[in-house]
């Protein structure tokens, strides 16, 4: 994919219809399938580490934190919203994602839409420092038999696609998935548990076209496991997705998921069950005005059973949300748009929460866009936070309520050279009612109150520059500064560890280069900063792939993962999982249906 088409490709995360990347009013970093089949990587975090606006870290063999713009650690990597096409995984029992659950096949993935900055309005609550969301090809691009097998130092790999025609307009897609990840060395020599991890994944979809109607149905399985079976993870899911296009370039989308998800571990037991029907209709209105508005319903049933001392009173209960929005874009001049949007969400924990968003983008004669925006976002409570208590440390927090932010952000985005696109955005966040563990005179029992406040600010940026056909260099970067502080009449036991475990920096560079027409060869290397809060020291690293084309349709490649030392460590939470090293990972692939 040429500069210019990059410039041009039609995404979809911002508004919820499709625009040209070069016109949208976000940080936004686009991950092509093309940069997924080169960046070696089996697992969905992996391939996240190619945007630079996000913070990926790996924790073990099966478990990762990731974010964008601060709070990046396993208690609070909870400001993320992660979705696979437009689906939310978030997780509303603790909060955030759970990887260790969340299974995509990687060669099935169009592009992913990472955005950087709040997306309450369309997205709604928990999409507080970003939205990432991964597309997935459709059936037209599928036909036909593919495999994907890798085997390695550290992982291996096996995956299965076949997409076919039932008819003149329905056809079909089966996927099947496999991985088996390695133990990871231990940060304490003491410690003798064994994080290997293995799984697989599948999953049927129908999709008919007609006319002016689509419709897509979907059922996805997984089966994932920890060595020994000492952790499971399992679930089944069910989607249906109707669009129909109206006269004049409008559309209506009507969206249905049922889900179960179980966890099975040797402290606690947990399934959830869960349904979601939303509906957006999007029209234009005169010359001047694209309109979106719709509504979303969400309903869980949840049973968590503790083996330990820490439980909820009452093991079952039950969530619900709903939302309604609506957003507006204005041309004000041909060059200049406003947009503004606002959504309305209740959930049973904290009440209704109010999510706005303006943002203003200028095109310019050179073809580069300035653009602002303000927005407010908000994290809402988890079952964990509410409910969770313990005889002697934690009792319930009844009136633990939403945290909030507030954003500013400016950015400018240009080509200004044919072979040449640039990116930069700004930012600065006003959080408030960040969550305290408060103690009292005799220290225990904690409750969890919203005592926190505090800012970030900072830059993030990127570029691709085509050197000449067939070889592309790429940058990024992103800076962070964080103040947090304790508002008056509040205390903490845990000192603000809220605010997560962030490096002040990350870059990385990157080259893509088809040495000939039967050979490419991509390399990215990628520095990060040490944690301030926690034992992480910086660290460098580098990945490599080489792949020769054999035929057609056959590809043989050789990979790596992490190759400039033999491990390294990228987070530190003994609290929540023993602290692993990430290791060196060299492998072969062999793919068959390009």
């Known amino acids: 994919m040429s500069i210019d088409e990059l410039a041009n490709i039609q995404i979809t995360s911002a508004a919820k219809h499709p625009q040209a990347l070069g016109s949208v009013a976000a940080s936004i970093f686009i991950i092509t399938a093309d940069d997924i089949r080169r960046s070696g990587?089996?697992?969905?975090?992996?391939?996240?580490?190619?945007?630079?606006?996000?913070?990926?870290?790996?924790?073990?063999?099966?478990?990762?934190?990731?974010?964008?713009?601060?709070f990046n650690s396993p208690e609070t990597a909870n400001k993320l919203l992660v979705m696979i096409n437009g689906r939310s995984v978030y997780e509303p029992i603790g909060g955030g994602n759970l990887w260790q659950q969340i299974d995509v096949n990687l060669a099935n993935i169009d592009r992913i839409e990472v955005i950087a900055g709040p997306g309450g309005t369309m997205w709604g609550a928990n999409a507080v420092n970003g939205v990432v969301n991964v597309i997935t090809k459709p059936g037209a691009q599928t036909q036909g038999f593919y495999a994907d097998v890798a085997a390695g130092s550290f992982q291996r790999a096996a995956s299965l696609r076949y997409?076919?025609?039932?008819?003149?307009?329905?056809?079909?897609?089966?996927?099947?998935?496999?991985?088996?990840?390695?133990?990871?060395?231990?940060?304490?020599?003491n410690d003798t548990t064994d994080d290997a991890f293995h799984g697989a994944f599948g999953s049927l979809s129908l999709t008919g076209n007609w006319e002016k109607d689509k419709l897509t149905t979907a059922l996805m399985t997984y089966n994932n496991h920890l060595a020994g079976n000492t952790s499971t993870f399992t679930g089944t899911l069910g989607r249906l997705i109707w669009n129909h296009d109206l006269n004049g370039g409008g559309s209506v989308n009507v969206n249905a998921v049922i889900s179960r998800d179980v966890r099975d571990e040797a402290t606690l037991y947990e399934s959830r069950d869960s349904i979601v029907v939303s509906a957006q209709h999007n029209f234009r209105a005169g010359p001047h005005h694209t309109i979106i508005w719709g509504g979303e319903f969400r309903y869980w049933w949840e049973n968590f059973e503790s083996f330990n001392?820490?439980?909820?009173?009452?093991?079952?209960?039950?969530?619900?949300?709903?939302?309604?929005?609506?957003?507006?874009?204005?041309?004000?001049?041909?060059?200049?748009?406003?947009?503004?949007?606002?959504?309305?969400?209740?959930?049973?924990?904290?009440g209704t929460e109010w999510l706005p968003n303006v943002r203003l983008a200028w095109q310019r004669d050179d073809g580069s866009l300035i653009w602002g925006a303000v927005s407010r976002a908000a994290r809402t409570p988890n079952r964990i936070e509410r409910e969770l208590t313990h005889p002697v440390f934690l009792q319930p927090s009844p009136d633990f309520s939403s945290e909030k932010v507030t954003a500013w952000e400016l950015g400018w985005r240009a080509q200004p050279m044919d072979r040449l696109s640039v990116s930069l955005s700004s930012f600065y966040n006003q959080y408030n009612d960040?969550?305290?563990?408060?103690?009292?005179?005799?220290?225990?029992?904690?409750?969890?109150?919203?005592?926190?406040?505090?800012?970030?600010?900072?830059?993030?940026?990127?570029?691709?520059?085509?050197?000449?056909?067939?070889?592309?260099?790429?940058?990024?970067?992103?800076?962070?500064?964080?103040?947090?502080?304790?508002?008056?009449?509040?205390?903490?036991?845990?000192?603000?560890?809220?605010?997560?475990?962030?490096?002040?920096?990350?870059?990385?560079?990157?080259?893509?280069w088809a040495i000939s027409?039967?050979?490419?060869?991509?390399?990215?290397?990628?520095?990060?900063?040490?944690?301030?809060?926690?034992?992480?020291?910086?660290?460098?690293?580098?990945?490599?792939?080489?792949?020769?084309?054999?035929?057609?349709?056959?590809?043989?490649?050789?990979?790596?993962?992490?190759?400039?030392?033999?491990?390294?460590?990228?987070?530190?939470?003994?609290?929540?999982a023993p602290v692993r090293y990430v290791p060196r990972s060299v492998s072969v692939r062999l793919r068959y249906g390009l």
């Open 517 to 576: 027409p039967a050979m490419d060869l991509n390399i990215v290397l990628r520095t990060v900063g040490k944690v301030d809060n926690a034992p992480v020291p910086a660290y460098a690293e580098a990945d490599a792939t080489l792949t020769w084309r054999l035929t057609d349709r056959l590809a043989l490649s050789l990979e790596g993962l992490n190759l400039l030392h033999k491990q390294h460590l990228e987070a530190y939470d003994p609290s929540t």
């Open 41 to 70: 990587a089996i697992s969905l975090p992996e391939v996240l580490r190619l945007a630079p606006n996000l913070e990926v870290a790996r924790l073990n063999a099966y478990s990762w934190t990731v974010t964008a713009r601060g």
């Open 309 to 350: 001392d820490f439980k909820f009173l009452d093991p079952k209960t039950t969530i619900s949300l709903g939302s309604l929005f609506a957003q507006d874009e204005i041309a004000l001049r041909p060059d200049l748009t406003l947009t503004m949007g606002l959504k309305a969400e209740y959930n049973s924990y904290s």
């Open 163 to 189: 997409g076919g025609r039932l008819s003149d307009h329905i056809g079909f897609k089966v996927l099947a998935d496999s991985f088996d990840i390695d133990r990871t060395k231990p940060f304490d020599p």
């Open 434 to 512: 960040l969550r305290t563990d408060t103690y009292p005179a005799t220290i225990f029992p904690l409750i969890l109150e919203n005592g926190g406040k505090g800012e970030t600010y900072g830059i993030e940026g990127w570029g691709k520059y085509e050197v000449m056909p067939g070889w592309r260099l790429s940058a990024g970067f992103n800076l962070l500064h964080k103040t947090f502080r304790l508002k008056p009449g509040f205390n903490d036991l845990t000192d603000l560890a809220v605010q997560g475990q962030d490096p002040a920096y990350q870059a990385q560079i990157g080259s893509q």
